[in-house]
């Protein structure tokens, strides 16, 4: 049988244009049914000037992608899917910014569909950004993990900033376990389970335009007890635990600054999670009473698989106020996103370290912030636009790998390139 490909005129089908591929006659055919957006603006920037709009939807059983860049043009099979929409916009005082929305598990039905998206412009933050986040380690050449993982930040302005002050925070929220909270205050602020934060008293920890500042799990020469790992004890700070468990004992490096402990999930040691967590950074108003004032309650239902009994569950957590993040990066397992765990004006993506939790590859592999340019201070200028889909190179070398040439797997090969980015060799 020949293969047949037509499409019918939309005036035949009332407005509807439907596309059909027949591999035989008893195919079904595939129809194509129109979308309606409707872009609700932000307030500030309502009198913007459009200059450009990207219309992005992705089949979430399919993993099939369709791009428009005219809303009067979308058409979709039936299915589920994420929807980003992005515009490059002109505020009224001539400059020139971003904006952003996302819709995830939205159902496109046959007949007509019209949707409703509330867009977010692109935060402007004159601090510091998330360049790196090596979350999943080292191993020795047997296999056993090795606890050398950091955060790195950068300076992507023309002027020194300093990370006084700041902390990061791990998501309490799983990027691969969606649950409904009740109450649900993601538009409002970011659930967390983790948060420590550069002590100093404004001006101890300066940051010079395109330096990065260095936030280390354990601030040690960890070639000493693995020689397929590298050296971090020049990081500027290291987080530190005081374990309540004998057998769990943090290590200090004394010459390197503790970061203040405000919370942890964990009574002994403090560990990334490794693929399943946004991780971010914030300026926190209140330290000194976060853990009285942010105290988060909710009830989630959870469903047993083996027997289908519904439970309802209670959670207890702490809440960052999303005006207070400065940046943040959701970080998914590969095959197992599930959704993002902050809001959509924070990060309207995701990105990735491992394929699964039982991703042995994910070792030696960071997320990093893409490169733009070379700016012509000869600082790299690092690409942020509150996308980590797009910010960040997923699954690469670490940099402290590059930058030691030191092992980039089990194998103890070594590494023998330099990059911005992960992807961008350095000059």
């Keep these: 049988m020949k293969i047949t490909k037509f499409i019918l005129a939309a005036a035949l089908l009332g407005g509807m244009t439907a596309g059909l591929t027949s591999c035989s006659d008893d195919d079904a055919p595939i129809v194509y049914y129109p979308v ?21 939807f992705v089949n979430v059983s399919t993993n099939q ?9 979308i058409e979709l099979v039936p299915g589920l899917y994420n929807i980003t929409y992005t515009a490059q916009v002109r505020l009224s005082n001539g400059a020139e910014s971003t904006m952003r929305a996302m819709k995830q598990n939205v159902e496109i ?22 360049a790196e986040v090596f979350n999943t380690g080292t ?10 993982t950091y955060i790195k930040l950068y300076n992507n302005t023309d002027h020194v900033l300093y990370a006084d002050g700041i902390s990061f ?19 409002e602020a970011v659930v967390i389970r983790t948060l420590f934060t550069v002590p100093g008293n404004g001006t101890q920890f300066p ?5 990065y500042f260095l ?20 990081a500027d700070v290291e987080w530190y635990d005081v374990s309540n468990v004998a057998s769990q004992q943090d290590t200090d490096n004394p010459d390197v600054p503790n970061m203040d402990k405000i919370y942890s999930y964990s009574n002994s040691i403090t560990i990334l999670d490794q693929g399943q967590r946004a991780i971010g950074i914030a300026r926190v108003s209140n330290p000194e009473t976060f853990t009285t004032d942010n105290v988060y309650k909710a009830t989630y239902e959870l469903t047993i698989p083996a027997t289908g009994a519904v439970l309802t569950m209670n959670k207890t957590g702490y809440y960052i106020p999303n005006n207070e993040v400065i940046d943040v ?15 959509p004006a924070l990060d309207c993506g995701w990105t990735w370290v491992a394929t699964s939790s039982s991703d042995k590859t994910r070792f030696f592999h960071s997320v990093r912030r893409k490169m733009l340019y070379v700016n012509e201070a000869g600082n790299p200028v690092l690409k942020d636009t509150n996308n980590s889909t797009e910010d960040f190179n997923a699954f690469v070398t670490a940099s402290e790998i590059e930058l030691q040439g030191t092992a980039i797997n089990a194998d103890g090969t070594l590494c023998t390139t330099k990059t911005y980015d992960g992807v961008t060799p350095m000059q």
Aim: charged fraction near 25%; charge should be negative.
């Design 36 to 56: 309606s957006l409707n872009i609700t603006l932000p307030e500030e920037i309502t009198d913007a000037e459009i200059l450009s709009e990207e219309y992005t």
């Design 65 to 73: 992608v369709k791009t428009f860049t005219n809303k009067s043009d």
């Design 109 to 130: 039905r046959s007949g007509e569909n019209n949707i409703e998206l509330t867009a977010y412009n692109t935060i402007e933050s004159d601090d510091l950004i998330i």
């Design 139 to 148: 191993t020795t050449s047997a296999g056993a993990q090795i606890r050398d």
């Design 169 to 187: 925070f791990e998501s309490d929220f799983s990027t691969a376990q969606k649950y409904t909270y009740d109450p649900d205050i993601m538009d």
């Design 207 to 211: 940051v010079q335009p395109g330096e």
């Design 215 to 234: 936030i280390a799990d354990r601030a040690n020469n960890n070639k000493l007890t693995n020689d397929l790992s590298f050296d971090l004890t020049h």
């Design 329 to 343: 990066v959701n970080i998914a397992l590969r095959d197992n996103y599930a959704w993002n765990v902050t809001s």
